[in-house]
């Protein structure tokens, strides 16, 4: 048997094709969820006039492999009271839901595990997955206060849920399909064609959105120590307790790969000709979804933390019917427009 045809036919060699292209989006979405801790903590010192790590290796880079090799070598304690099994599940749901997310994701054209006609409701089903490994990890811990940031964290992410529901309502009422690759492609043409022009406002809402659903500041209010010590993950430690921040900074990438996907043209250069043409595209939508992620740690360095009130408020009096006004104003611009 050829070799092609053993790669396309037979179900070992599918098989050995499927675990390929998971490998090969897997490996570089860890590499990139560790260096961006080490990104993070440079980017608030120099904010904040200082180095950041800069001792383990040639400019700090073998810092975010230092405290992995940390977090393994600790002892996992659960608390004597703990749903043992739960607990233990909780963190893994976290991480996982972030990765199997990337399945649907466009890096290049043709480049995408499963290049399915309904890939934004599979991104929403998933990322609202993501509530459940908070909530089991509050519960299970039988602690007070990772029990109230657990019910903290999942009322802010279900808030702001709605708010990006909404904002893909916009995305793909102007692009007329729910398939990824084609949002894409209909924002050819270079930077005047994307997306994020003509949607501004849901654009700017939904990058304050994702800082909410990842917990980031000014939204960290499930962790706010002066109030709940560290919030749901109170209980946790060693790789457990790692696994939760892993799982928030690849939800950080992929929310900022779903912004560049949806508003800033994916894979394509931002104008339509040499030499920005001569760069690959995945490295245009690297380099895109690294601008959106140094805007996360720049808030994180510069905006204080909201009162839980606020942040409510935001998400349901001022977000949601925005966001519900801009769909029908989107819809009757569209409907205008081709005539009907």
Same mark, same amino acid.
């Given at each position: ?12 060699? /599918? ?6 292209? #998971? ?24 904010? /904040? ?10 400019? &700090? ?6 405290? &992995? ?104 009422? #102007? ?105 690959? &595209? ?27 009130? /606020? ?30």
């Amino acid at each position: 048997m050829p070799l092609m045809e053993f790669f396309t036919t037979h179900w070992l060699g /599918q098989l050995i094709v499927i675990v390929a292209k #998971c490998l090969a989006v897997t490996v570089p979405l860890l590499v990139s969820v560790a260096y961006m801790t080490l990104a993070d903590r440079k980017i608030w010192g120099a904010i /904040q006039l200082r180095r950041g790590p800069n001792v383990v290796g040639p400019f &700090g880079l073998l810092q975010p492999f230092a405290d &992995g090799l940390k977090l393994f070598l600790k002892e996992t304690i659960i608390p004597s009271g703990a749903a043992k099994v739960l607990f233990i599940i909780a963190p893994m749901i976290t991480f996982v839901t972030a990765l199997v997310a990337w399945a649907v994701v466009p890096f290049d054209d043709g480049w995408v595990i499963a290049d399915i006609n309904v890939g934004i409701l599979y991104l929403f089903a998933i990322s609202s997955l993501g509530v459940y490994g908070v909530i089991i990890a509050g519960w299970a811990s039988n602690s007070k206060y990772a029990f109230l940031g657990a019910l903290r964290s999942a009322a802010q992410m279900v808030s702001y849920e709605v708010s990006i529901g909404f904002v893909l309502v916009t995305v793909l009422l #102007c692009s007329g399909s729910l398939n990824l690759s084609e949002i894409v492609r209909a924002q050819t043409g270079g930077i005047h064609h994307w997306y994020m022009w003509p949607l501004l406002p849901m654009f700017v809402i939904f990058f304050i959105s994702s800082l909410a659903e990842t917990n980031r500041t000014p939204f960290d209010l499930p962790m706010s120590e002066a109030e709940l010590v560290a919030g749901f993950h109170t209980e946790y430690s060693a790789m457990t307790f790692g696994l939760f921040f892993l799982g928030e900074y690849a939800n950080m990438i992929l929310l900022s790969g779903m912004g560049v996907v949806l508003f800033m043209g994916g894979w394509h250069a931002p104008l339509p000709f040499a030499p920005f043409t001569w760069v690959p &595209g995945v490295v245009w939508f690297a380099l895109k979804i690294a601008t959106l992620l140094f805007v996360f740690s720049w808030t994180k360095g510069t905006i204080p933390r909201y009162r839980y009130d /606020q942040l409510m408020r935001l998400g349901w009096k001022v977000f949601l019917p925005f966001s519900l006004f801009w769909v029908v104003a989107t819809a009757g611009v569209i409907a205008f427009a081709r005539g009907h």
